[in-house]
């Protein structure tokens, strides 16, 4: 059965089969008009509808039609006609729409909606009423800052659009929706502004998301699996963000966003490989202080992935590199390690990635003591045991500390993939394998693609007017023009 009945029991006992008689499907029914009294039902689920807008729907309507017929402004014979009365007259609610079919009916209640029901009527009016509980705005957990918004995303789409349209009070800003998951039917919305993002742009994550075709969307990190150019790649493609004064620069930009309801994480494509190294503090502090800092966090991301391949490669086959006190320091050092240099890196970095782990999963009142605790203890016990060197220590150290410094969490996971492979290259080629892992890294960045831009650009292709915001960042009255030179050229 695919259309409404003009019976109201027995659409009501249709819902209630649909449902299978969950507990949380609210059925409220009330009377409407003055002689004939014509019943209705509205209809909605516990927790995804705000059940205050529905109590005001509800009690407004039913006295407001009643005052009406009482002084004679609707006469009695219109009362036939009460479903679109009270669409026209007595709805106080903005967004309402009228529904016909079974699959709308279903699809709204479990958007949050509310559906009422009228009795002799084979129609039905969906009533924007989505609320429910959710989490409040709070400050952001992976990309805080000292200076700027301490705002960030929440799981509600609506709460996430709006902290958007504070920031840009622009028309051109455009939201669509679409839903995503044979079962979960998860709400996907994607923002752009219009004339800015470029209209190929806009097509092409239209026709990427509209192939999307998986039983459930729980996270935003099935959507950046699907969408991205290219899966086998450690490096992300895709930028994720839960900062509101990020995304709005994006959008700006040019970048389309795109929400998953249920994640406080939102996508930004297309997206380079420099866009992983600045933060919006960047626009909040001095241009010299900001491209200072840039640098650093590029230096840091080298540190990375290459501080243990490096030491590896030197104490293995390099060793006339190294000054002579020093060398002789650190074969004293390693006189009563048991275990190859290779070996000794291994254990430590397994060891940091284990407690990291750790540290992140184990209750938060007692994850920074645990970590810094295991940190020292292990570090200490291993070097008194002769297990490893206190030079290996520190060098791992470093590679933890410098991971740290990168900005964003995807590529700072980068970094610990590429750091284990230059490890194993280090250990049997030194520095040839290092250099050569290094050119095969760059040629890879090189081939890489993020919805039609080069994922190095402006680096490769070079572009030197688009310099001024990637490494260094220049004065907002050189960025402000090029932004507006751009604005004009689309």
């Given at each position: ?389 206190p030079t290996m220590t520190i060098v791992v150290a470093l590679t933890a500390v410098s991971s740290f410094a990168i900005p964003s969490y995807s590529m700072s996971n980068t970094t610990r993939i590429l750091r284990f492979i230059f490890m194993i290259l280090a250990s049997f080629s030194g520095i040839y394998g290092i250099t050569l892992g290094y050119f095969i890294m760059v040629a890879h960045l090189c081939s890489l693609y993020s919805f039609g831009v080069c994922y190095l650009s402006p680096f490769a292709p070079f572009y030197l007017e688009k310099q001024k915001d990637t490494i260094l960042r220049f004065p907002f009255t050189l960025l402000d023009h090029d932004n507006k030179e751009n604005s004009?050229?689309?």
């Amino acid at each position: 059965m695919n259309q409404l009945s003009v019976d109201l029991q027995e659409n009501l006992n249709t819902i209630k089969q649909e449902f299978g008689n969950t507990s949380d499907l609210v059925i409220r029914k009330f009377i409407i008009g003055k002689s004939t009294s014509k019943e209705a039902a509205a209809i909605y689920i516990e927790g995804l509808a705000d059940s205050e807008l529905v109590n005001e729907f509800i009690t407004h309507s039913h006295s407001l039609m009643f005052e009406l017929f009482q002084t004679g402004d609707i006469k009695e014979s219109y009362e036939d006609n009460i479903f679109y009365l009270t669409k026209e007259v007595a709805l106080t609610i903005g967004h309402v729409t009228i529904v016909i079919n079974w699959k709308d009916v279903v699809s709204s209640l479990l958007d949050g909606n509310t559906i009422v029901l009228f009795n002799s009527n084979n129609n039905a009016l969906n009533i924007s009423t989505t609320g429910g509980d959710y989490r409040s705005i709070s400050e952001p957990t992976t990309q805080a800052v000292v200076r700027g918004s301490k705002e960030s995303f929440i799981e509600s789409i609506r709460s996430n659009t709006v902290m958007i349209r504070r920031r840009i009070k622009n028309r051109n800003l455009r939201i669509e929706k679409i839903q995503i998951g044979d079962m979960s039917q998860t709400d996907v919305v994607f923002m752009y502004i219009e004339g800015t993002a470029k209209a190929q742009l806009i097509t092409d994550v239209k026709q990427r998301l509209g192939k999307v075709d998986i039983n459930a969307i729980i996270e935003s990190g099935h959507i950046e699996e699907i969408i991205q150019d290219k899966i086998i790649t450690p490096f992300p493609t895709v930028f994720n963000t839960e900062r509101p004064d990020q995304l709005s620069r994006n959008l700006l930009e040019g970048k389309v966003a795109i929400f998953v309801e249920g994640t406080p994480f939102a996508l930004t494509v297309p997206t380079v490989f420099s866009e992983f190294f600045k933060t919006s503090e960047d626009y909040t502090q001095r241009y010299d202080i900001s491209s200072l800092i840039r640098i650093l966090r590029y230096i840091a991301f080298h540190f990375s992935i290459f501080s243990s391949p490096f030491y590896i490669a030197l104490i293995t086959y390099h060793q006339e590199i190294i000054p002579t006190r020093f060398l002789i320091s650190l074969m004293a050092q390693r006189e009563g390690v048991p275990y190859p240099v290779m070996i000794e890196a291994l254990l430590l970095e397994f060891t940091f990635e284990i407690l990291r782990e750790a540290g992140i999963r184990i209750p938060r009142a007692i994850g920074p003591t645990v970590s810094i605790a295991g940190a020292l203890i292990i570090g200490e016990a291993a070097v008194s045991a002769g297990l490893v060197s206190p030079t290996m220590t520190i060098v791992v150290a470093l590679t933890a500390v410098s991971s740290f410094a990168i900005p964003s969490y995807s590529m700072s996971n980068t970094t610990r993939i590429l750091r284990f492979i230059f490890m194993i290259l280090a250990s049997f080629s030194g520095i040839y394998g290092i250099t050569l892992g290094y050119f095969i890294m760059v040629a890879h960045l090189c081939s890489l693609y993020s919805f039609g831009v080069c994922y190095l650009s402006p680096f490769a292709p070079f572009y030197l007017e688009k310099q001024k915001d990637t490494i260094l960042r220049f004065p907002f009255t050189l960025l402000d023009h090029d932004n507006k030179e751009n604005s004009k050229g689309k």
